[in-house]
């Protein structure tokens, strides 16, 4: 198997540590988004989107979307419950990451940490919705170990992914104890130095 990825990507990173749990054989192939790798023709033949991650299977199959990706590679792993509800509520998580934390905590911190923007600059309607992202996570992590139940599931590795960084897009991860318990009980379940630990 082949990960196309970029290590700045949360996106990408969540594909790496389903991976690197399971032990999955895999060849790392860089593609710097930032130097619009993604453009090139030979990558839109694998994904017309033109986004990382992509992975190319042992028979030659492509396949997008990280947590499309982290889905199948997972499909028989203790990453997704037993119980049909219980893997229901995991992609509820899934599919809410995508639309209403990614683009909120995700692009916050790219503006920042890649273009430079103080977070005054940042737009306000933005910033309120990865707040509020982040006031719902609390909420639900005040009573519950894991997302979904009491050991880590996809959902998890969904939201640890730019959870963790939200400092960096001027979050004050401060102001949601629960959800900086949880991030330091997923990066310990994934096997995950904590982020600004040094090797």
């Avoid at 999955?24 to 619009?36: C, K, M, N, R």
């Avoid at 104890?177 to 991030?183: A, E, F, G, L, T």
Wanted: glycine share 8%; net charge negative; with cysteine.
């Amino acid at each position: 198997m082949r990960i196309y990825g970029d290590l700045n990507s949360g996106n990408c990173l969540k594909v790496k540590w389903v991976c690197d749990a399971l032990s999955l054989p895999y060849d790392w192939i860089a593609v710097d988004t930032l130097q619009g790798e993604t453009r090139s023709p030979e990558f839109l033949a694998l994904n017309p989107a033109g986004q990382v991650p992509v992975v190319v299977l042992d028979d030659g199959r492509p396949l997008a979307q990280s947590n499309a990706i982290i889905r199948y590679l997972a499909r028989d792993s203790a990453f997704v419950p037993r119980d049909p509800y219980l893997t229901a509520k995991m992609d509820e998580w899934l599919f809410w990451e995508q639309y209403s934390h990614e683009p909120y905590i995700a692009v916050c911190r790219y503006q920042m940490v890649y273009l430079g923007k103080p977070a005054s600059a940042l737009d306000p309607d933005r910033v309120r919705r990865g707040q509020a992202a982040l006031a719902l996570m609390e909420r639900h992590l005040t009573g519950t170990a894991f997302l979904v139940g009491d050991h880590c599931t996809l959902a998890d590795v969904a939201l640890l992914a730019y959870t963790r960084l939200a400092a960096e897009g001027g979050f004050a991860l401060q102001d949601y104890p629960s959800v900086c318990r949880w991030i330091g009980d997923a990066e310990r379940a994934l096997g995950l130095a904590p982020v600004g630990a040094t090797a």
